[in-house]
């Protein structure tokens, strides 16, 4: 072994809690790196080979009655490599464990053999004996919700009429890994179920012989898509064609896809800060090594070793840390991503989990992150080449503060001189300054920033379920019903307030852009559930046209005034050209907003609603429970509490749950960027401090020239934090918002202040660590050597 | 006879311990008068600086006593230690150590402005020849200039003692007189007993009392009775 590789070796002794401490944060990022694409990468080769092996169809094409060949002539349209008719209605469950009965599906299965496309898995129990028509299978997620299993009988809705059934088994299907009631935006497990039942029993129950109400069609190429989705509407039209939809469109798919995209995010946000900060530290604990072994890079270089072999020598060092935190990173990264399989399995309802990561993750995390460390060292190995053997064996000269200013007149009297050291020191090296001033800014902005949007969160829970949707309960009729629905609903012992609306489903169309969603209507003095302007005030409804989010108008890429094409899915489907007439804020789903009236008229269908908004007095709520559901005409009741929890469930245990993550970890860079700043104060001070205290000043006055630089830098930071923190705000929101939620930015003066409180905070501990140090430092042992 | 400025007994300095330990002083016994010039010679490590930092209250003992006038400097906290560095001790380093952020003049301001009794900033200068250059920082000051400034900033404080390690260890032979000659100059005018760390023995002659180190203890000590002025002595 060489002596330079000896003294390397020896180096990385004497360094080692440093070292180590560096390798670890290299391994943080890495193993983040690895765990987090790693997963994103099973979850998305998971979707993939669960779609295909239960046969997931690519275009959902619901109708009203279409009878059993005309799957004969879907099946001829160009690109369609599979089809598949079946019957799918609305149904009711009634369900031990809740007063009200709960919304449900059903879905038909062929009486013979496994369906075409959207199979299912069978995870318990049996399938259905066609004979049977009262055996039924349970989508498993329900069941589980209300504690359901195979053998347990269960008495449903449909089309009008209560039967019993009995549970022969419990399925899980990729079509519904995500399920919400009609009407509803937010997923959740107990409050929407699937059931399963033979064909000919489906048949019966909805008055379908010899007729299916939905196609499945399953495309071989992606690029058909456009063409299929078309030729599907003009042949079912006939028959009371809803509107072919594709996949990414469908609701489960829509809603994982989003997870894994947040996550995806995740990945490629979290890494990178932690490798920025490795690297930020390998540059201090580099500066500052090689500041110690200036004498000694003279002796090297005296003895003829070349600037190259001398940098790599030391780069070498930077290798080594780097490498082996990357190398730990990697396979903790192999073993924190195969252990958490088992949670994503559970959340995502996957039956199973294809865990694999991409040999190129690997190869990605090792690139980075030395690359990041050696970007962090060289920046300090630059200045080996500066040094002449002979300057460098010299210790340093005096730095020149000649340039600084020479106080004269007031500040003469004013300025004792312990502050003038630091007003000095501060003014000569404003790289220095500023570097830190950034440093702790950034920290702080990031904080001031998360925290802004730990509240963002709840304010969207808030404004939804508080400002906008101010009932206690939705309630949802079979079909749109006379207005006169309102006053026996009015008439229920306990009811305070009713308000109609009416909600249709439609595809939006402006040009090529497309959105299938619904439009909400409200009645123009509605204060039950109201839309809201951009600033957050209540919108009145104008009398005609239509009100569009922002996240809406920018799909469609529509502006107010324009005129946009509404492609109504029910009913008598007309197809209406509206104005838009403004545009309105909402952070639950993209609604679309208009006055009752004026849908309506625009349907040619005057007095109509689907639906009402009430509140109650919860004394009641038992009996207008039973009143509810004593009333035919009433499809389902959503009550605004359940749906709340749904949300903040979502939130807190989806892509959303990375915030207190993130969270986390702008509050410890805030603090490291801090407590470093002030260990380089000490570092780069502690010479002068031992000069101070020979000379009998305190330990006290001589932490004054050590503290007091720190406490410009952050004194200068927080305001520039906050103003950083806030525009960083909008950053973060965009990330976190999804299709379904949107995280409002806002101004928040108390997570900015909270995070200045921080900041200081972490410079007090930090002065107090930094000047603990001082204060045991060996006086002869810092005079005795210049550095 | 004159007051005693110092007194040890018995001082003793260990450092690290078992097998490895160093014993820096091995059982020291010294008086120094006030007002003399003192100048302590021996190769590395015999335990001269060791003395001097403890008795200049830089650094503790391991066993025995050391005493400053009447007061017990092995008996002081960290606090009365700094007490006493404040408003006794000057010190003068090999390698100054002056603040880079202070010119000359703040220098020397820095400490008379904590001194209970200074003097003034510009007298302390001007004593060190340096008036002219009082506004200039370290960085335009020759080697020569900034050792200067360190003993004007040391002798500013009108110090009982003066303490020089190497003062001239990292000067030329011209510059190095003219600092003993400064430094001879505050032993004389101020009064201030004076001790000089020095591997040059030449400068031993113009002291009044010579102590010669060797391996953590006094081999002998030597008072001249004539003693030569700095331009006389050549190294």
């Known amino acids: 072994m060489s002596p330079l590789d000896q003294k390397l070796l020896r180096d990385l002794w004497r360094m080692k809690t440093q070292a180590l401490a560096i390798a670890l944060v290299v391994a943080t990022g890495v193993m983040l790196l690895v765990m987090m694409s790693g997963l994103v990468n099973s979850l998305e080769e998971t979707r993939r080979a669960y779609y295909e092996r239960y046969r997931l169809a690519d275009v959902f094409a619901p109708v009203v009655r279409a009878p059993e060949r005309v799957l004969d002539e879907l099946a001829q349209i160009d690109g369609v490599s599979a089809v598949e008719g079946r019957i799918s209605g609305r149904a009711l469950i009634d369900v031990a464990d809740t007063d009200l009965p709960v919304q449900a599906r059903a879905v038909s299965l062929p009486d013979f053999g496994a369906p075409r496309l959207n199979d299912v898995y069978l995870t318990s129990g049996r399938l259905i004996d066609r004979q049977r028509t009262d055996e039924i299978l349970l989508l498993k997620s329900f069941a589980e919700a209300h504690g359901l299993a195979p053998g347990d009988r269960l008495s449903a809705t449909m089309h009008g009429a209560r039967r019993s059934f009995l549970i022969v088994g419990l399925a899980q299907s990729p079509e519904f890994l995500y399920t919400t009631a009609p009407g509803e935006l937010v997923p959740d497990d107990s409050r929407f179920g699937v059931i399963w039942m033979s064909r000919s029993a489906m048949e019966a129950a909805y008055d379908l012989d010899g007729a299916f109400n939905e196609a499945l069609l399953s495309v071989a190429h992606p690029h058909d898509l456009p063409g299929v989705l078309a030729a599907a509407d003009r042949l079912l039209d006939e028959y009371g064609a809803l509107g072919a939809y594709a996949l990414e469109d469908q609701f489960s798919n829509r809603f994982i896809m989003e997870e894994i995209s947040g996550l995806r995010a995740s990945a490629a946000a979290v890494p990178p800060i932690f490798l920025a900060v490795a690297a930020f530290l390998l540059n201090i604990v580099f500066s500052r090594l090689l500041q110690a072994e200036r004498q000694q890079i003279g002796l090297i270089k005296a003895f003829g070793y070349t600037d190259a072999e001398v940098t790599w020598h030391y780069f070498k060092l930077i290798l080594i840390i780097t490498a082996s935190g990357a190398a730990l990173g990697c396979l903790s990264g192999l073993a924190a991503g195969a252990s958490m399989v088992g949670l994503y399995i559970q959340y995502y309802k996957f039956p199973f989990l294809v865990f694999e990561i991409a040999p190129s993750s690997f190869v990605i995390a090792m690139v980075a992150s030395i690359s990041a460390a050696a970007l962090g060292g060289l920046f300090a190995l630059r200045r080996i080449f500066a040094l002449s053997p002979a300057v460098a064996m010299r210790p340093p000269a005096p730095p020149d503060y000649s340039q600084s200013g020479r106080f004269a007149g007031v500040f003469r009297r004013l300025l004792d001189q312990p502050t003038r050291i630091v007003i000095r020191r501060l003014v000569r090296h404003p790289g220095r300054v500023l570097g830190a001033v950034a440093g702790v800014s950034a920290g702080m902005a990031l904080s001031g920033g998360m925290l802004t949007i730990l509240s963002g969160f709840d304010e969207s829970i808030e404004t939804s379920f508080s400002v906008v949707d101010r009932s206690d309960m939705l309630v949802s009729f079979i079909e749109p019903l006379s207005d006169r629905t309102i006053h026996s609903l009015r008439r229920i012992e306990g009811v305070i307030d009713v308000e109609p609306t009416r909600s249709v489903s439609v595809v939006l169309r402006n040009g090529v852009r497309s959105h299938r969603g619904g439009i909400t209507a409200l009645a123009p003095d509605a204060g039950l559930y109201r839309a809201l302007d951009t600033a957050g005030g209540e919108l009145l409804l104008p009398e005609q046209g239509i009100v569009l989010t922002p996240a809406l108008a920018d799909i469609l890429d529509i502006a107010a005034g324009d005129i946009l094409t509404v492609d109504v899915r029910e009913g008598r489907r007309p197809l209406l050209q509206l104005p838009v007439t403004g545009i309105a804020e909402s952070l639950l789903g993209s609604p679309a907003y208009m006055d009752l009236a004026a849908l309506n008229r625009a349907l040619g269908e005057p007095d109509r609603v689907s639906g009402a908004y009430l509140r109650v007095d919860p004394n009641f709520q038992e009996d207008i429970y039973t009143a509810l559901d004593a009333m035919p005409a009433v499809a389902g009741v959503s009550v605004k509490a359940d749906a709340r929890a749904a949300f903040q469930e979502i939130m807190d245990e989806g892509a959303g749950s990375t915030r207190f993550v993130m969270a986390a970890i702008a509050a410890i860079i805030a603090f490291g960027i801090v407590y470093n700043t002030a260990r380089i104060a000490y570092a780069e001070s502690a010479h002068d401090l031992a000069s101070l205290r020979v000379l009998g000043f305190t330990k006290g006055e001589a932490a004054f020239v050590l503290l007091g630089e720190l406490g410009a830098v952050v004194l200068i930071s927080l305001p520039i934090g906050a103003l950083a923190g806030y525009g960083l705000t909008f950053a973060i929101a965009e990330g976190f918002s999804t299709d379904l939620y949107q995280i409002p930015a806002s101004f928040s003066p108390a997570a900015l202040g909270q995070s200045g409180l921080a900041v200081i905070a972490a410079a007090v501990f930090s002065g107090w660590m930094v000047k603990r140090d001082s204060d045991r430092a060996d006086l002869v042992l810092a005079l005795k050597s210049r550095e | ?235």
């Open chain 2, 1 to 235: 006879m004159a007051r005693l400025a110092f007194r040890t007994k018995g001082l003793t300095k260990v450092y690290g311990e078992g097998e490895t330990a160093v014993h820096a002083l091995r059982g020291v016994d010294l008086e120094i008068p006030e007002g003399e010039f003192v100048v302590l010679l021996g190769p590395s490590g015999s335990g001269k600086s060791t003395l001097l930092n403890i008795i200049g209250g830089l650094d503790r003992a391991s066993d025995g006593e050391a005493w400053f006038q009447d007061n017990e400097l092995t008996a002081m906290s960290d606090r009365q230690l700094t007490r006493y560095r404040r408003d006794h001790v000057g010190f003068v380093f090999q390698f100054y150590n002056l603040m880079p952020s202070l010119t000359a003049h703040e220098n020397v301001e820095l400490v008379t402005e904590v001194a209970s009794n200074p003097m003034d900033p510009d007298k302390a200068l001007a004593l060190v020849g340096l008036s002219e250059r009082a506004g200039h920082f370290p960085s335009e000051l020759s080697g020569g200039e900034q050792q200067r400034v360190a003993i004007a900033r040391a002798v500013a404080k009108n110090p009982t003692v003066l303490f020089c390690d190497e003062p001239t260890g990292a000067l030329d032979s011209a510059t190095g007189r003219t600092v003993l000659g400064v430094l001879k100059d505050v032993n004389e005018k101020l009064g201030a007993t004076v001790m000089i760390v020095t591997h040059a023995a030449a400068t031993a002659a113009m002291a009044d009392r010579v102590i010669h180190f060797a391996d953590g203890a006094i081999r002998d000590t030597v008072i001249n009775q004539t003693k030569l002025s700095p331009e006389e002595i050549h190294w």
